[in-house]
């Protein structure tokens, strides 16, 4: 578990340096050409710095948000903020919205990009999805775009959230599922890891570590279709979730 972590972590703090020399944009969840952007957010608002978004997420996990003024909200695996930023345009200045990463880089982008931006309801902190560096009870709503695949300790990831919610409160997840026999040898590939597919689960077993972590009223909302990478046995969704602590 640890040498995929740190496999991860060193992929995106590649793609974090690479993007604070300005050099160029990386391409999906992976630095890989052969991995193709997964979501265009289309025209983002004048506020929010173009560098926050580095084409590596799955989905547009804010949409199914349910997003309000003054909320708490929590986003896991923040990258350079693209989410925080558009749900602290939402929640304004009555609320605040926390990005976590385990890569320094990232929250060293993620924090200039905040100033660049002018965002004061924003704090981005070091830490890991599997132990949040966030208080019991404290969060309305939780959001994550591509990064539960990542996580080697899926259990331990949605424990976390479980813990870090109010009661009452959601998350909307957007992230990579598989569907078949994925081969064992590109589960266990880092690159594949790290690229957003050797560490997606089926998606009844996700759905199934979620109910077992105790949310209620899940429902996929969004579920699409990756082209690429594909197998004759199998394949990849993206999906985005919800799901309430009761
Ligand atoms: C695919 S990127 C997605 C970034 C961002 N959510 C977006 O959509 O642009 C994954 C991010 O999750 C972070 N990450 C991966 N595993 C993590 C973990 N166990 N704890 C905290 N952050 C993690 C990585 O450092 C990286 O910034």
Not at 231 to 237: A, H
Request: charged share 25%; aromatic share 8%.
């Amino acid at each position: 578990m640890e040498d995929i972590k740190s496999e991860v972590q060193k992929r995106y703090a590649e793609i974090a340096r690479r993007q604070s020399s300005s050099c160029c944009s990386s391409s999906c969840c992976g630095a890989d050409a052969q991995w193709a952007p997964l979501v265009d957010y289309g025209e983002l608002p004048a506020d929010v710095p173009a560098e926050a978004n580095l084409g590596l997420g799955c989905g547009i996990s804010t949409r199914y948000a349910d997003l309000r003024p003054g909320q708490t909200v929590l986003d896991l695996g923040s990258g350079a903020g693209i989410d925080v930023f558009l749900a602290a345009r939402v929640v304004g200045p009555e609320g605040l919205v926390i990005g976590v990463d385990m890569t320094p880089d990232m929250i060293k982008l993620a924090r200039r990009n905040a100033i660049a931006g002018g965002f004061r309801n924003v704090q981005f902190r070091l830490g890991e999805v599997e132990a949040l560096p966030v208080a019991d009870n404290s969060v309305d709503v939780v959001l994550s775009n591509c990064v539960i695949n990542l996580v080697p300790d899926k259990r331990r990831a949605f424990a976390e959230m479980y813990r870090v919610l109010t009661p009452g409160g959601h998350f909307s997840i957007s992230d990579i599922v598989s569907f078949g026999e994925v081969p064992a040898e590109l589960r266990q590939d880092p690159d594949w890891w790290a690229s957003c597919y050797g560490g997606a689960l089926d998606e009844k077993e996700y759905l199934r570590i979620i109910e077992e972590a105790g949310f209620v009223q899940i429902e996929v909302p969004h579920r699409e279709a990756v082209a690429y990478p594909r197998g004759e046995n199998y394949g990849f969704l993206s999906i985005t979730v919800v799901g309430y602590k009761p």
